[in-house]
């Protein structure tokens, strides 16, 4: 079949196994390009003893995480078509046919994921147990529900987009492939969501393609570094605050998990007050933030090793001049949480009113001289 599916493993040996048997299973010469990213278990001499024509092999001793192996393994594909997978899952029968019937230029198909009972429920998914771990998979069984749900949901589509996804690797990189500032994981997923949507790509989810995803094998729940990776809390931390730098808001979906992506403002705010911490919280929320110049070269010290954004351009002395579009000035003194949840809205809340002017919310006074929205010069890297 002409798609390459792309396979990174972070000391996810054991599920990578049943994920590759799973493909193998189905598909004796489906394309996969398997990478190991700087793992610490057997990842490595699993991966070089496998004796697979059909698998391109990236062995790599440093870990640079799946938000940049993704890309490397599309341009090492041969097949113009390619297709993401966790290394915690298990495709079910006729998973490519019933991805690929679907797919055309310009259009992003996803498969429905078969989770066990971890997570919440969603209209996006199925809530079904499967086995919780490697060792205990109940295949034929699943295999049994994807034959009989196949049938029940029959070339049915919804609008979705979430992992396991195909493509045209010409589309996927048009607009830059994965950005790496979310590097090595980290909302990487919903930064390149956004920016098909607004690039004019369809999103198309089979309701008859399935795979059985474990969740979070790769990352958070690594046996391989430990019940929890050490350093998860603190990856996606530093991702979180840099995706609303990037938007200039949080991630947004509807019922069926598709983004909902709100306009980018020019906003900055002025912040009256000597609290870091009120800083902290608010810096990522804006474009620009003018502060007393103390309290700016004591932030920026800590800060500016946690992001690739430079923080020179976004934090400036509280009396430079502010041409920004959207002003919010705050007193730190009065300033609450409801305050917070209006800033965290703010995108929106513009959106809604249309209007310039100057105006008061809660504890905020905010001035608008302009409502340009750059959202979509987000859309190339």
């Excluded at 429905?112 to 998979?137: C, Q, S, W, Y």
């Amino acid at each position: 079949m002409n798609i390459s599916l792309i396979i990174p493993s972070y000391n996810t040996e054991k599920h990578l196994i049943n994920t590759y048997n799973s493909v193998r299973k189905y598909y004796k010469d489906v394309e996969m390009v398997i990478i190991n990213d700087g793992s610490t278990d057997n990842t490595s001499e699993w991966l070089n003893n496998l004796k697979d024509d059909n698998v391109i092999k990236i062995d790599s001793k440093e870990r640079k995480g799946h938000t940049f192996f993704y890309d490397e393994g599309m341009r090492h594909a041969i097949n113009e078509i390619v297709g993401i997978m966790h290394s915690d899952m298990i495709i079910g029968p006729n998973y490519i046919e019933n991805t690929l019937k679907h797919l055309e230029r310009g259009k992003v198909v996803c498969a429905t994921r078969i989770e066990p009972p971890i997570h919440p429920a969603g209209k996006e998914k199925i809530v079904m147990d499967f086995g919780m771990d490697h060792n205990d998979l109940k295949l034929n069984e699943f295999e049994t529900f994807c034959n009989e749900k196949s049938n029940e949901f029959k070339d049915i589509t919804s609008k979705g987009i979430f992992a396991p996804w195909i493509l045209y690797k010409e589309d996927h990189f048009a607009i830059g492939g994965h950005d790496q500032i979310f590097a090595p994981y980290g909302y990487e997923d919903s930064d390149i969501f956004n920016r098909w949507i607004l690039a004019g790509y369809e999103m198309v989810q089979s309701r008859d393609a399935f795979v059985y995803h474990l969740t979070c094998r790769g990352h958070r729940w690594n046996k391989g570094v430990g019940i929890v990776n050490d350093d998860y809390e603190s990856t996606m931390g530093r991702c979180r605050r840099d995706f609303i730098r990037k938007w200039g808001d949080w991630i947004q979906n509807d019922e069926f998990q598709f983004p909902i992506i709100n306009p980018k403002y020019d906003v900055g705010i002025i912040l009256n007050s000597k609290d870091i911490n009120l800083l902290d919280n608010l810096e990522p929320w804006c474009d620009t933030i003018y502060v007393d110049t103390g309290l700016l070269q004591d932030y920026i010290q800590v800060e500016q090793s946690k992001t690739s954004f430079n923080l020179s351009k976004r934090v400036l002395p509280i009396n430079n001049e502010k041409n920004n579009n959207v002003v919010v000035t705050i007193d730190g003194n009065k300033f609450t949480q409801q305050d917070f949840q209006i800033i965290n809205q703010l995108s929106a809340i513009l959106k809604d009113s249309g209007e310039t002017g100057e105006f008061e919310l809660g504890n905020l006074k905010i001035t608008i001289t302009a409502l340009d929205d750059s959202v979509n010069d987000l859309i190339k890297l």
